[in-house]
């Protein structure tokens, strides 16, 4: 059998009555307390003058039916200053008209709803519902006190995606325990080394290791803000820039040849393609061998992130380096040189094996509620949505 005081958490409180209507069960209580403190002096009195008006309050739904809870505050008489009062109501906030519960609830509805699915499942309005997720989520954003509590190393992951378009923003989380800790606005520099700089000294120290994507403006902020730090570059990102530049040359060579050149077949891993694509690829190779250094490359980039120490998968970078700097091709030298740029970065890799897998997961949810929500027009309640989902 079910207790009503911890379903409604109205502990203090007895229910008196419940009332079944239609489309809401209406619970009456009164507190079991005989006493309330005083205001003005704080002093606790016993002497009852009478109640204040009857007061109903949303407090969440059981089984999709909402629930009231109804109640007629008392009213003392202090025995040390004769002050009149009405006591206090732990359920809610002054005159407010549903309890904390209810607004959880509401707020929690919009995790995998839109705001007019939550605005006509519990008749509130899309500002008293933005109000609402302002007040639930803010306390959310960048809280490391788990991590504080837990007194562990951690690794942070820094990543950034789409808002709309080329809009991006920057997802910061805590990779070991899988944990997104906050959203920024967009992908400045400034505003990432603000935030970075807010972490109490304790959480600083207890980050081991930072997992960022090829970007500069990441690296410059976490080497001035985290200059002890080991910065490790996302071997995601380093494949996906080498598909990138396949992608682009192959683009380039489309608008001259006005002919289609298929892209999943230069961007699948080479080991997954069956022996007819190995044929097709082999073909493709062969009318258009521009292509044929940018292919080996990735694969070969592929192939150094299996090695097994550092200084393996070293001397693999450097071989390739030095194989993409002695092409005649500018698209070539310039990846060269990009690996050359981040090779340190890039080997730190081998340190723990740290990647952004956890954040491009994040991302992916993070785009599922854009459709479910259909799309987002304000950047801040686009945040607010992620960190109540996740």
Not at 27 to 34: A, D, E, I, S, Y
Not at 358 to 366: C, D, L, R, S, T
Request: aromatic residues 10%; charged residues 30%.
């Amino acid at each position: 059998m079910w207790n009503f005081n911890k379903v409604l958490n109205v502990s203090g409180w007895q229910i008196i009555k419940v009332v079944k209507e239609k489309d809401k069960t209406i619970f009456l209580l009164k507190q079991r307390r005989v006493t309330a403190d005083c205001p003005k002096c704080k002093k606790a009195t016993k002497i009852f003058h009478g109640y204040d008006k009857t007061r109903s309050i949303k407090n969440g739904t059981i089984l999709g039916i909402l629930c009231v809870l109804k109640f007629k505050p008392r009213r003392f008489r202090c025995q040390n200053c004769l002050s009149v009062f009405t006591e206090q109501i732990s359920l809610l906030n002054n005159r407010q008209r549903v309890t904390q519960n209810h607004k959880i609830e509401v707020i929690f509805n919009l995790s995998d709803r839109s705001f007019s699915a939550g605005t006509k499942k519990y008749k509130v309005s899309y500002n008293t519902q933005r109000r609402w997720l302002d007040e639930l989520v803010k306390d959310k954003l960048f809280d490391f006190k788990s991590e504080e509590k837990k007194d562990k190393p951690f690794v942070l992951g820094i990543d950034e995606v789409s808002f709309a378009g080329r809009e991006m923003v920057t997802t910061i989380g805590n990779i070991t325990d899988h944990h997104l800790k906050g959203i920024l606005n967009s992908k400045r520099k400034d505003e990432l080394k603000k935030v970075i700089r807010s972490f109490s000294p304790k959480v600083k120290s207890l980050i081991s290791e930072v997992v960022i994507d090829m970007c500069p403006l990441y690296l410059m902020a976490v080497k001035q803000v985290l200059p002890n730090t080991s910065i490790v570059v996302d071997h995601f990102h380093v494949i996906q820039d080498a598909n990138k530049r396949i992608d682009q040359a192959r683009y380039i060579l489309q608008d001259i040849h006005k002919k289609k050149i298929p892209r999943y077949i230069l961007t699948k891993n080479k080991e997954d393609l069956i022996s007819q694509q190995i044929h097709y690829l082999a073909d493709i190779i062969k009318e258009y061998p521009e292509l044929h250094m940018f292919y080996v490359t990735k694969e070969r980039l592929r192939e150094m992130y299996r090695s097994k120490t550092k200084e393996e998968a070293n001397k693999q970078l450097k071989l390739i380096i030095s194989t993409l700097e002695s092409t005649d091709d500018g698209e070539l030298i310039s990846c060269g040189r990009t690996l050359s740029r981040w090779g340190e970065y890039i080997l730190n890799y081998w340190h723990n094996k740290s990647t952004n897998g956890f954040m491009e997961g994040i991302h992916n949810k993070m785009k599922l509620i854009k459709r479910i929500s259909f799309g987002f027009r304000n950047k801040k309640v686009f945040i607010q949505k992620i960190m109540l989902s996740v």
